[in-house]
T-cell receptor, first 115, second 112 residues
Framework: KAGVTQTPRYLIKTRGQQVTLSCSPI?????VSWYQQTPGQGLQFLFE???????NKGNFPGRFSGRQFSNSRSEMNVSTLELGDSALYLC??????????????FGAGSRLTVL | GENVEQHPSTLSVQEGDSAVIKCTYS??????FPWYKQELGKRPQLIID?????GEKKDQRIAVTLNKTAKHFSLHITETQPEDSAVYFC???????????FGKGTKLTVNP
């Protein structure tokens, strides 16, 4: 079956712009979480969604937001982009929180470059 | 707050040798400890995981050990091969949440 699909794979933005990233989980998976990966900070948790509800949020400013749709697809948005937002944004899906005890499958990521 | 420390940050071994990566976590409520392997330009992939009610788990050349008292867990790779070269991440999580707290990663290089 298809894995976790993220679009777009690569994008370039300028400071002050906003960006929306999309994630389609594995069919049947209802939980989606997002992570930011940078060389300096490694993998950091952004948010977690289940049944269209945000269950958990990481330590990121309010410029970072997300949502989940009824078909479990998720989007994240970053407004007023800063140079430091350049990163690989990874989406991960699982059946449901705690169902497989956090066994996450990651997508290939969206690589954002902010100029 | 929650924190996972991972050592070493880089590790170079000869093919056939063993490699050990160690992690320490701070949140005593953590009960799930996965290890992910990320090859250059690719997504992180789960290679093994362990839950808090188990002390050790093996899968072919890979094993993970957990010491809950010391809040310490380790990844052991035996008979390393060049294709084991990658960045390895440990992580810790509480039950009922998909929030993983990751270590900073270990770049493993296996020299032929």
């Amino acid at each position: 079956k298809a894995g976790v699909t993220q679009t777009p794979r690569y994008l370039i933005k300028t400071r002050g712009q906003q960006v929306t990233l999309s994630c389609s989980p594995i069919s049947g998976h209802r939980s989606v979480s997002w992570y930011q990966q940078t060389p300096g900070q490694g993998l950091q948790f952004l948010f977690e969604y289940f049944s269209e509800t945000q269950r958990n949020k990481g330590n990121f400013p309010g410029r970072f937001s997300g949502r989940q749709f009824s078909n479990s697809r998720s989007e994240m948005n970053v407004s007023t982009l800063e140079l430091g937002d350049s990163a690989l944004y990874l989406c991960a899906s699982s059946l449901a929180p705690g169902s497989g005890a956090n066994v996450l499958t990651f997508g290939a990521g969206s690589r954002l470059t902010v100029l | 707050g929650e924190n996972v420390e991972q050592h070493p940050s880089t590790l170079s071994v000869q093919e056939g040798d063993s490699a050990v990566i160690k992690c320490t976590y701070s949140d005593s409520a953590s009960n799930y400890f996965p290890w992910y392997k990320q090859e250059l330009g690719k997504r992180p992939q789960l290679i093994i995981d362990i839950r808090s009610n188990v002390g050790e788990k093996k899968d072919q050349r890979i094993a993970v050990t957990l010491n809950k008292t010391a809040k310490h867990f380790s990844l052991h790779i035996t008979e390393t091969q060049p294709e084991d070269s990658a960045v390895y991440f440990c992580a810790a999580s509480r039950g009922g949440s998909e929030k993983l707290v990751f270590g900073k990663g270990t770049k493993l290089t296996v020299n032929p």
